[in-house]
C-alpha cells in the first residue's frame, strides 16, 4: 500500500528527505558501487550532514561507526547493527537503505511469529489452487523483492525471530540466492549487485533467541552506543516527555533538579560509574534513554493525575522499580545498594536527593 | 603578527638559502617527518645541526651515537629540590625519530651535532607539579586540541588530532619532495599556533624556550656557513618565532650550568607508550615503527596494501600463537573494511585507525562495550614491546648511586660482598625502621641484596606482633646489576618500587587477575612496607575499584578486615597521612552487605568460609572500626538474609550474632537449636548444622546462654548409641571450634548437670580402633538384649539402668 504523506503518522525516510537526497545526488562526482543510488561519500554526508548542501546532520554520536557500517554494506557481509533499545539502531538502519537504495521500505519486523515465508516467499493460495504454482501466484518477501532489484532489505530485531528462521538468513546471506523449486527445476533468484541486509538486533533483552555462530559470521557487527553526553541526554529525555506530555490536557513539566536525578540514576547505573567516580554495581536490566523516558513520563503522570502535587524525586523512586526493574531480583539489590551509597550520600546536600532516598529505600 | 600573516610567514621563509639557515618544522616520532629530514640534511649537507633538546644533554650525544647504542633509548635527567621530591624526566628516541635520524645522519655526514633546547633543570622545573608520572622533555602543544583541530577533524571527517595527523602526513612518507613536506608541517603548526591564544602561549615556558633556541641559532650561524648551511629540527610549534633568531633572541646567552644530572638509560615502547599519553608524540610505537621499517627497506613512498597486510599478518601471527587465532576469512575482512574505509575517507591506504576500524567490524562479534579484548589485543601488538640498549660507555644510572648512599646512610655497609647479619628493633627505633624499609625496597626490586630470616610477616599477616626482623644481607655486582634493570621503572629506590609495583598490578591484569584483591592487597602492603606513601594511592583505587566488582563474600569481608588491621597499625605497615583508607573500608562494607543477599543461595561447599567471614565481620563491628561504618545495615542485612531462609548453618550463626549484639532476644538461641535438633531431619548430622553455626561464630555463647546446653543435652540423650556413634564425628567437628580451656568451661557445665564433676568424667585412653569400639558397642548391645530377654536387667545393673 502507498504511504499517504498528507495523513500517514511517519513518513518513511527517502521521503522524509527527497530533497536533501535530490541534492546530493545532484552533487554526487564520487564513484558509486553498482546498484547503489549515492556514492558512499554521499551516503556518509547523507547521515552525517553537509552544510554545503544543507543537508542536516540526523545520526549523533559515532562517525566512524557510519563510516564502518557503510563499508560493510559495501562488502560481502551483512550488517548488524546491536545495542540498548532506544539507541538509535532502527533510525539507523532506515537512513542507511533510504541513502544506498532510495528504499526503506524492504522491511521484515521480526517477532515469535515470523516464518521462512516472511525471508523467502509465500503464496497468493487463491491463485496456487487455481493454477498451481506460478510466477504470477508467488509473493515475494522483502528480502526476495531487495534481490531481484540490488537494494537493501532491512530485518527489524532479528533475534525475535525462532533460531530455525534466523538459520533461513544463513545460506541467502552466503549464496545470495533464493531457489524456487516450485517453479521448476532449477529455477531461482539471484541477488543483483547492490544487494544487501541490514539487521537490528538485542542481545540482551530477555525473551530473544540466541543467534547461531553461523549466523554471526556472516554478518559484520555494530554496536550502537547510549548517548555519551550527559546535558544532550538530558535534552532529549526534557524533549521526548513534553512531546508525550503534549496529549494531555495538562501543563506541567519535570523541575531541572529532579530531571537531574533522572539522568544521573540512569546514567550512573548505566555506565557502572557515579559522575564523582564512585562504582556503581551495574543492573542487568536495560538502563536506555528510552527508559529513561519511560520514568520521567511516568511520575509526571502520577504527579499530575495520582497524587496532584508537584513532581518530586519521591515521584522517579517510586516509578524505578516497576518501569526499570521488571525482571530480575539482583536489579533490586543493585538499586539497593545504589540507593543506600550514592543517592544516601548526595541527600545529604540535596533536597531532591534526600526525598529520592527516602522514597527509593521504602521501595526497595 | 596575526592568524594568516604568521601562516604566510612562515611558509615564505622557513628556509632562507641566503643565509645557509634551514628550519625543519617536525612532530616528535613521526616517520614522516623523520623520512623528511633525512632527505634534507643528505640534500643539503649542512656543517651544523641543531636539535630541539635540552642544551644540558649534549653530553650524551657521544653516548647516542655510539654503534651499541639501540633504540628506543631515553636520556633521563634528574633534579633535586630543595623542598619538594626529585623530580625526573625523559627525553626518549626511537628509530624513526626525527631527532635520532637527524643525529644518525648529521655524524655520518661529519655535521656539528648541538641541543639547543633550555636545560631540562628549567623544563622541569616548569612543570605542573600537580602532574603526577613520569614527565617528558619533549613537549607538543595542540596537536589533539584547539579549534583548528577541531574544525578540521569535522570538515575531513576525522576523530581526533591523531588520526588528523595520519590523513594529513604520515599518509605522505617517501614523499621525495622534503621542501613541500616540511613546508606543509611548518603551515599546520603555523595555524595551530595562530589559534593558539596568546595568553596561553605565554603562560608557559615557551618564550623563554624560544628566546634559548633562537640564541642557539644565532651563535651558530654567527660561526659563518661557509661550510654549510644550518638546519635546525624544531617541533613545529615553535618555528614562527624561530625564523628571526636575532630578534627572537634578544640578548639571552645561549647555554649555562644546569642542576639537573642526566644519563642515558635503555628504553622500552611500553614506557614510551606511557610517555606518549603525557603529551609526546604519537602513539603505539610500534605501528609507526613497522610504517619506518617498511618505506626504509623500499627507499621510497610505501605501499600501504603490502603494510596493512604484513601487520595484519603479523598480527594474526602473534595471536595465533597466544592461542586466539583469527579466522582467513576474518582476516580477509578486515584488510577489505579497513583499505574501503580509507578509500571513503580519501587516504591511500589504510591507517592505523582504519586497521582498528576494520578490525572492530570483522572481528567483534556481539555487543561491545567501551574496551573489547581485540581491540585491546591490537593495541598491544602496535604499542610493540621493543627494548633498546644503551653502549657500554654511557655510565651508571643514579637509581644506584641512590640505593647506595641510603645504604650508607642507614648503616648498611656496602663496601664489601660480605654477608652480614642485622637485627631491626622495628617499633622503638625509627631508624631501624627506616633500614626495614630500605631493605624492603631492595628485596622488592629483586636485587638480592637482602633475606629476611625471621620476625614479623606483615604481608601474610603472621607472628605480626613479633618486635624485631632480622636480616641478612650483602652488596655485590649482582645488586647493581638488578639495580639498573630497575632504572627503567624510576630513578630513584622509592619511584622504582613503585613502578616495579605497578608493573606487577598490570602483570596481574594481563593474568587476567585484576580482581584478585589478596594480590591487589599484598602489592599495597609491599609498598607500605617499602616506605611509599601516597604515591600508593592508585593501588587503593584500584584496590576500591576490585571490591566493587567482588562477587566472593568471604572474600570482600577478608579485604575489609585486612583494611582495617593495615588502618589500625602503628608499626612498619602504618599509613601515610596522604593515604585515605577510611573510603575504601566504607566500600568493602557496602559490598559485603550487597554480597550478604548472596547467602541464602550459598552452595553447602561454599558455607564454612561464609561463617568464617561472618564471624570477623562481626567482630570487626563491635570494634572500634564500628564507628568508620554505618553497623546497622550490615545488621540490616542480616535480618533480610534470614527471612530469606538461608542455610541452617547461617540461620545459627546469624542468631548467634544477633544474641551477641541484643538485637535479637536470649531465648532465641536455645529456641533455634532446640527446633533444629528436635526437628525431622532423618539425616542426623544436618540437625547439628545450626549449632555448627553457632560455634563458627560465638563458641561462648554455648555456655553464658541458658538454655543452648539444655538443648544440646536433651538431643544427646535421646539419641540410640547407634544415632550417637553417627553424630559423634560431626559433633566433633563441631567443637573444634573450641579451645582446650572453653571445652573444660563446656565439660564442667554439663557435668554440673549430670552431677559430680568433670574430673568423674574422664576416661582412660585406650588405643582402639574405631572399627573395635564399635564391635565392642555392638557386643555390649547384644549382651543387654540377651539380658533384656532374660529380664535379668535388675540382676545387673543392681536396679539403677
Avoid at chain 2, 600508593?536 to 566472593?552: K, Q, T
Amino acid at each position: 500500500m502507498d504511504v499517504r504523506p498528507e495523513t500517514a503518522q511517519k513518513l518513511p525516510a527517502e521521503q522524509r528527505y527527497q530533497d536533501e537526497l535530490d541534492r546530493l545526488r545532484a552533487a554526487d562526482q564520487d564513484p558509486k558501487p553498482a546498484g547503489w543510488a549515492l556514492s558512499p561519500r554521499a551516503v556518509r554526508r547523507f547521515i552525517l550532514g553537509d552544510k554545503a548542501v544543507q543537508v542536516s546532520r540526523k545520526f549523533y554520536g559515532d562517525d566512524p561507526l557510519v563510516d564502518r557500517c557503510i563499508v560493510a554494506l559495501m562488502g560481502h557481509q551483512g550488517l548488524m547493527l546491536v545495542g540498548e533499545p532506544g539507541t538509535a539502531k532502527s533510525l539507523l538502519s532506515e537512513l542507511l537503505s533510504a541513502a544506498v537504495s532510495g528504499n526503506s521500505r524492504l522491511v521484515v519486523q521480526g517477532c515469535a511469529g515470523v516464518i521462512e515465508d516472511h525471508l523467502r516467499y509465500g503464496w497468493n493460495y487463491a491463485l496456487l489452487l487455481a493454477e498451481g504454482p506460478s510466477e504470477r501466484a508467488l509473493v515475494p518477501s522483502p528480502v526476495l523483492t531487495a534481490m531481484q532489484e540490488g537494494k537493501i532489505a532491512r530485518i527489524e530485531e532479528l533475534t525475535r525471530c525462532a533460531p530455525e528462521v534466523q538459520d533461513a538468513m544463513i545460506s541467502l546471506l552466503s549464496e545470495k540466492t533464493v531457489a524456487m523449486p516450485e517453479l521448476g527445476a532449477g529455477r531461482e533468484v539471484r541477488a543483483e549487485r547492490g544487494f544487501n541486509v541490514i539487521a537490528t538486533a538485542n542481545l540482551r533483552d530477555l525473551g530473544v533467541n540466541e543467534m547461531s555462530s553461523a549466523l554471526k559470521r556472516r554478518f559484520n557487527f555494530e554496536t550502537v552506543a547510549p548517548i555519551a553526553d550527559a546535558a544532550f541526554e538530558k535534552e532529549l529525555i526534557a524533549r521526548q516527555v513534553g512531546e508525550r506530555m503534549a496529549e494531555y490536557d495538562i501543563a506541567t513539566e519535570l523541575p531541572e533538579d529532579v530531571l537531574d536525578v533522572v539522568v544521573s540514576v540512569f546514567r550512573d547505573l548505566r555506565t557502572g560509574r557515579a559522575q564523582d567516580g564512585a562504582v556503581v554495581a551495574q543492573p542487568k536490566s536495560v538502563m536506555s534513554t528510552a527508559e529513561a523516558v519511560n520514568v520521567a513520563h511516568g511520575a509526571l503522570l502520577d504527579a499530575s493525575f495520582l497524587s496532584g502535587e508537584a513532581p518530586t524525586g519521591a515521584h522517579i523512586a517510586r516509578q524505578l522499580r516497576g518501569v526499570v526493574f521488571k525482571d530480575d531480583a539482583d536489579d533490586a539489590r543493585k538499586l539497593r545498594a545504589y540507593v543506600d551509597t550514592i543517592a544516601r550520600a548526595r541527600g545529604r546536600t540535596s533536597r531532591t536527593w534526600a526525598i529520592f532516598h527516602k522514597t527509593a529505600k521504602d521501595e526497595c | 603578527m596575526q592568524g594568516e600573516a604568521v601562516i604566510h610567514d612562515v611558509r615564505g621563509r622557513l628556509f632562507q638559502p641566503e643565509a645557509g639557515f634551514y628550519l625543519a618544522p617536525i612532530r616528535h616520532h613521526s616517520p614522516a617527518c623523520a623520512w623528511a629530514v633525512q632527505a634534507m640534511i643528505r640534500d643539503l649537507k649542512p656543517a651544523r645541526i641543531l636539535i630541539e633538546a635540552p642544551h644540558d644533554l649534549s653530553h650524551l650525544i657521544p653516548h647516542l651515537l655510539a654503534p651499541d647504542t639501540v633504540p628506543p633509548v631515553a636520556m633521563a635527567s634528574l633534579l633535586d629540590q630543595k623542598s619538594g621530591p626529585r623530580l625526573a624526566a625523559y627525553y626518549p628516541f626511537c628509530s624513526h625519530s626525527p631527532e635520532w635520524v637527524a643525529l644518525r645522519e648529521g655524524a655520518a655526514i661529519g655535521a656539528e651535532l648541538r641541543f639547543v633546547d633550555l636545560g631540562s633543570d628549567a623544563k622541569m622545573k616548569a612543570s605542573d607539579p600537580k602532574e603526577t608520572g613520569p614527565q617528558a622533555l619533549v613537549r607538543e602543544h595542540g596537536f589533539d586540541s584547539g579549534d583548528y583541530v577541531r574544525a578540521l577533524c569535522e570538515r575531513l571527517g576525522c576523530r581526533d588530532g591523531f588520526e588528523l595527523w595520519d590523513h594529513l602526513f604520515e599518509t605522505r612518507i617517501g614523499d621525495g619532495d622534503w621542501r613541500r613536506f616540511l613546508g606543509d608541517v611548518g603551515t599546520y603548526c603555523a595555524a595551530l599556533r595562530a589559534s593558539t591564544p596568546e595568553d596561553q602561549i605565554q603562560q608557559g615556558d615557551d618564550p623563554k624556550r624560544e628566546a634559548h633556541m633562537a640564541a642557539c641559532i644565532r651563535d651558530a650561524l654567527a660561526q659563518g656557513t661557509s661550510e654549510g648551511p644550518v638546519i635546525c629540527v624544531i617541533g613545529g610549534f615553535h618555528a614562527w618565532p624561530l625564523l628571526t633568531p636575532e630578534a627572537t633572541a634578544g640578548d639571552v646567552q645561549a647555554g649555562g650550568r644546569s642542576e639537573a644530572s642526566s644519563y642515558l638509560i635503555r628504553y622500552g615502547y611500553k614506557d614510551m607508550d606511557a610517555l606518549m599519553g603525557y603529551g609526546a608524540g604519537l602513539p603505539q610505537p610500534a605501528y609507526y615503527q613497522a610504517l619506518w621499517d617498511h618505506v626504509e627497506a623500499r627507499e621510497t613512498a610505501p605501499s600501504w596494501p603490502e603494510l596493512a597486510q604484513d601487520l595484519v599478518a603479523g598480527f594474526a601471527a602473534e595471536m595465533r600463537r597466544n592461542g586466539h587465532a583469527i579466522p582467513v576469512p576474518a582476516q580477509v575482512e578486515l584488510l577489505r573494511s579497513a583499505e574501503t574505509l580509507a578509500q571513503l575517507r580519501g587516504r591511500p591506504g589504510a591507517l592505523r585507525h582504519d586497521l582498528f576500524d576494520g578490525l572492530t567490524s570483522s572481528l567483534l562479534k556481539g555487543e561491545s562495550s567501551g574496551s573489547d579484548v581485540w581491540r585491546d589485543r591490537f593495541v598491544q601488538f602496535l604499542r610493540g614491546t621493543a627494548l633498546g640498549d644503551v653502549s657500554d660507555g654511557a655510565g651508571q644510572p643514579p637509581i644506584v648511586a641512590d640505593a647506595r648512599a641510603r645504604a650508607a646512610r642507614l648503616r648498611f655497609t656496602v663496601t664489601d660482598g660480605q654477608r652480614r647479619e642485622r637485627s631491626l628493633d622495628l617499633r622503638r627505633k625509627p631508624t631501624h625502621l627506616a633500614a626495614s624499609r630500605f631493605a624492603h625496597a631492595l628485596a622488592l626490586l629483586d636485587t638480592g641484596f637482602a633475606t629476611r630470616n625471621g620476625g614479623p610477616d606483615f604481608v601474610n599477616g603472621l607472628q605480626t606482633g613479633l618486635l624485631f626482623e632480622h636480616w641478612e644481607y650483602a652488596w655485590s655486582p649482582h645488586v647493581e646489576g638488578q639495580l639498573i634493570e630497575a632504572a627503567i621503572h624510576g630513578d630513584s629506590l622509592p619511584s622504582a618500587c613503585l613502578g616495579k609495583l605497578q608493573a606487577e598490578r598490570a602483570a596481574l591484569a594481563e593474568n587476567g587477575r585484576a580482581d584478585d584483591l589478596p594480590s591487589l592487597i599484598a602489592l599495597f602492603k609491599k609498598g607500605l612496607l617499602a616506605g611509599l606513601s601516597d604515591e600508593l594511592d592508585s593501588f587503593l583505587a584500584e584496590i576500591a575499584s576490585a571490591i566493587n566488582r567482588s562477587a566472593d563474600f568471604p572474600g570482600t569481608a577478608r579485604a575489609m578486615i585486612d583494611l582495617h588491621s593495615i588502618e589500625a597499625s602503628r608499626g612498619p605497615l602504618s599509613l601515610p597521612n596522604g593515604l585515605a583508607i577510611k573510603p575504601v573500608m566504607q566500600q568493602a562494607f557496602s559490598r559485603v552487605i550487597y554480597l550478604c543477599d548472596d547467602l541464602p543461595n550459598m552452595r553447602d561447599e561454599a558455607i564454612p568460609p561464609c561463617l568464617t567471614a561472618l564471624r570477623l565481620m562481626s567482630e570487626l563491628l563491635r570494634s572500634d572500626a564500628a564507628a568508620a561504618v554505618e553497623a546497622e545495615r550490615f545488621k540490616e542485612a542480616l535480618d533480610r538474609v534470614i527471612k530469606a531462609d538461608p542455610a541452617p548453618e547461617l540461620i545459627g550463626a546469624i542468631t548467634a550474632i544477633g544474641v551477641e549484639s541484643g538485637r535479637r532476644a536470649e531465648h532465641e538461641l536455645p529456641d533455634l537449636l532446640t527446633a533444629q535438633l528436635r526437628g525431622s531431619a532423618p539425616d542426623l548430622p544436618t540437625r547439628l548444622a545450626g549449632l555448627r553455626g553457632v560455634l563458627a561464630v560465638s563458641p561462648s555463647l554455648l555456655w553464658t546462654v541458658a538454655g543452648v546446653l539444655d538443648a544440646l543435652d536433651e538431643f544427646l540423650n535421646h539419641l540410640s548409641d547407634t544415632e550417637f556413634l553417627e553424630v559423634l564425628p560431626h559433633l566433633r567437628l563441631a567443637l573444634s571450634a573450641l579451645n582446650p580451656r572453653e571445652a573444660d568451661q563446656v565439660a564442667e557445665a554439663l557435668s554440673r548437670r549430670h552431677g559430680g564433676s568433670a574430673g568423674d568424667f574422664s576416661v582412660h585412653h585406650h588405643d582402639i580402633a574405631p572399627d573395635e569400639a564399635a564391635a565392642g558397642a555392638a557386643m555390649e548391645l547384644a549382651l543387654r538384649q540377651s539380658l533384656a530377654a532374660d529380664r535379668l536387667e535388675d540382676w545387673i545393673t543392681g536396679g539403677q539402668a
